[in-house]
């Protein structure tokens, strides 16, 4: 069972930042629609957000 938890973080953490930062580039920076589009709460993102290091600020038009 540990092995299958271990695989499971290593694949989310290789997909989870690339996924919301093309979202955020898709909405011009957009937090509240990236969030809409991959059907998270807007509070979850900015988590996500912040925990992974991704300027949000970079795609603000």
Do not use: C, F
Not at 36 to 47: D, K
Request: glycine fraction near 4%.
């Amino acid at each position: 069972m540990e092995k299958e938890i271990e695989l499971y973080r290593s694949v989310m953490q290789s997909i989870e930042k690339p996924l919301i930062e093309k979202t955020l580039e898709r909405t011009a920076g957009n937090q509240l629609k990236a969030a809409r589009i991959l059907g998270i709460n807007r509070n979850t993102i900015r988590s996500k957000i912040r925990k992974l290091g991704i300027d949000a600020k970079r795609w603000k038009a």
